[in-house]
């Protein structure tokens, strides 16, 4: 029997594009997770008083967008409310930066790529549970190596607490990525099915 010709068959060439957009995907994907990484250790990095001034900023913003008539308030009464918002402002920093993160490593780690459809349902969900697990590992163990940084930071201390809020915000990142994918899915099922003929249908 004669081989089919790789370079003209249509299965083969749908394959390989597959391919192809898969680690481009990855590529690109891997790059922003790198990326982000590098911005969550560049503001560790900021010395205590320069942080504070970050946290200070932002506390402010908080008492402008939210606390009716604060742009009136005298000044220290200003400074005072920044002052109390500054470790609830920390907190939420720390917890969002690890959630991004979350979402960036299960995005990296769990491609939709042409090997998964053929795959039954049962190797799919293991797939899916232990790419979550890898990506709360790595965003857990990146917290815990921040926190550890953080200790050769002038006016700086790393925390076993900010490690839990750290990586809470990785499993919360991981939950709206699972989340986002199950919401996607059911709606290309919708699609789908609006867009098959009944008589394909029955």
């Given amino acids: 029997m004669n081989k089919p010709n790789l370079s003209t068959d249509p299965k083969a060439k749908v394959a390989r594009n597959g391919k192809q957009k898969h680690r481009t995907a990855f590529t690109i994907l ?14 560790s990095a900021q010395p205590a008083e320069e942080s504070t001034d970050t946290s200070m900023f932002w506390g402010r913003m908080a008492g402008e967008l939210l606390v009716p008539g604060f742009k ?7 400074e005072s409310f920044a002052e109390k918002m500054d470790y609830p402002v920390r907190k939420a920093a720390h917890a969002t930066e690890y959630a991004i993160l979350g979402m960036l490593l299960f995005a990296t780690l769990y491609p939709l790529n042409h090997r998964d459809a053929e795959l039954n349902n049962v190797k799919k969900g293991i797939i899916k549970r232990s790419r979550t697990g890898a990506s709360f590992t790595l965003g ?11 200790l050769f930071v002038p006016g700086r201390s790393g925390q076993f607490t900010d490690v839990l809020i750290d990586s809470g915000g990785v499993l919360a990142g991981l939950l709206l990525a699972l989340l986002f994918l199950r919401f996607t899915g059911r709606m290309n099922k919708v699609r789908k099915r609006t867009s098959t003929p009944p008589a394909l249908q029955s």
């Avoid at 009136?72 to 009464?77: A, F, L, R, Y």
């Fill in 72 to 78: 009136n308030w005298p000044e220290e009464k200003k």
């Fill in 140 to 150: 857990a163990l990146y917290a815990a190596s921040d926190e550890i940084h953080q």
């Fill in 30 to 43: 891997l790059f922003l997770t790198i990326t982000w990484m590098l911005v969550i250790f560049t503001f």
